[in-house]
């Protein structure tokens, strides 16, 4: 098949990691036949250096034109201060709805040789395999704001249409796995929680009465998720929720740097990214994890593409790269070998090959 691919690296190790997930994509077209034209266009920070604006004209016309789009990572101190009018995100947060991405997917699992990378015991650990399905271009984020000198305000709010599509997302998710649905919100406190937990509700109990339902309050989710992971299947929830509660979900597989995320629409179009941040500090050094990346070229070429065995073969192809002890400084550990992020994308290429 022939797909047209934008490939937005953005900033810090944004480029580094994304490289190594356009070599895999390149190494799948060579060996299964197909044909990606994969073109790149400045993002985020080092687009505002360039264009004096986060999203350039020409790259979001590249990305809708785009059967799919990989994204690296944004941000970081240069552009951060308080004072600046413009940021990395807010380019972001555009593309997301120019796209019309609302449902963004985040797959956690854990491999079996990285028990030890986890802060967690390996009994809590075992068995972990969850999705969360974040609502993406709805609430607080996209809220009207407000600032003075003494005080400042963000608003969050959800329409129904909002909550009805993402919820289906999610309950279709569930469906084809354990049939295990967990909404999170804050309905004892907050109106669109309470709106959110109704539409859920009965959008659940009329159109997929197979699935187990629970709601669960996001403190409370918080805890759990530490607590029983194993007991998560799918779980959906609405934008600021989902931002923080994937973040510490991932330290359940053992590193932000492994996880990646799947941005989806009501069409095939997709943003793909690792969930990991631009991470300044490491930036130019050849040591970020490019895992995240990799896995999210793999939920491309499933969600967009439609391209199912080559996206197992590329999933099967990092899990034998771990599996062989081939490891990225933050996953290291005794008895493994230190890889650079070079050498781990070369390593997945090896296996695919």
Not at 51 to 62: F, K
Not at 68 to 75: K, R, T
Not at 152 to 179: K, T
Not at 292 to 308: C, D, F, T, V
Request: net charge negative; glycine share 10%; hydrophobic share 45%.
């Amino acid at each position: 098949m022939k797909a047209r691919i934008a490939v937005v690296a953005g900033d810090g190790i944004g480029p580094e990691v994304t490289a190594e997930a356009v070599q895999v994509l390149q190494a799948v077209a060579t060996r299964h036949g197909h044909e990606f034209e994969l073109i790149d266009a400045p993002f985020g920070g080092i687009a505002i250096d360039l264009h004096g604006d986060p999203l350039p004209p020409a790259t979001l016309e590249l990305c809708l034109g785009a059967d799919a789009v990989l994204l690296g990572a944004i941000g970081g101190p240069k552009w951060s201060a308080p004072q600046l009018k413009l940021r990395p995100e807010q380019g972001l947060l555009r593309l997301r709805k120019e796209l019309g991405v609302f449902a963004n997917l985040r797959p956690v699992s854990l491999h079996p040789a990285l028990r030890d990378a986890s802060t967690l015991k390996a009994e809590v650990l075992e068995g972990v395999d969850l999705v969360f399905v974040r609502e993406l271009t709805g609430g607080i984020y996209f809220g009207a704001r407000t600032r003075t000198d003494t005080t400042a305000s963000d608003q969050c709010s959800y329409s129904v249409s909002e909550v009805e599509r993402v919820v289906r997302v999610a309950a279709r998710l569930a469906m084809g796995r354990r049939r295990k649905l967990v909404s999170i919100d804050k309905a004892n406190v907050l109106e669109t929680s309470r709106l959110w937990r109704e539409v859920t509700e009965r959008v659940v109990r009329s159109e997929f009465p197979e699935l187990q339902l629970e709601h669960m309050l996001v403190d409370a989710a918080a805890m759990h998720l530490i607590r029983r992971p194993r007991d998560f299947d799918v779980a959906v929830t609405e934008n600021l929720f989902g931002d923080i509660l994937t973040d510490e979900a991932s330290m359940l597989a053992g590193s932000l740097g492994l996880l990646p995320s799947a941005s989806l629409g009501e069409g095939s179009r997709g943003l793909y990214e690792p969930i990991h941040g631009s991470a300044p500090d490491i930036a130019g050094q050849g040591i970020a994890n490019p895992i995240g990346a990799i896995l999210s070229a793999a939920l491309l070429l499933r969600h967009s593409l439609q391209l199912e065995r080559e996206a197992a073969a590329v999933e099967a192809a990092v899990s034998a790269v771990i599996a062989g002890g081939l490891r990225t400084p933050d996953i290291a550990s005794s008895g493994t070998r230190s890889a650079t992020t070079r050498a781990c994308g070369a390593a997945v290429i090896a296996q695919l090959n």
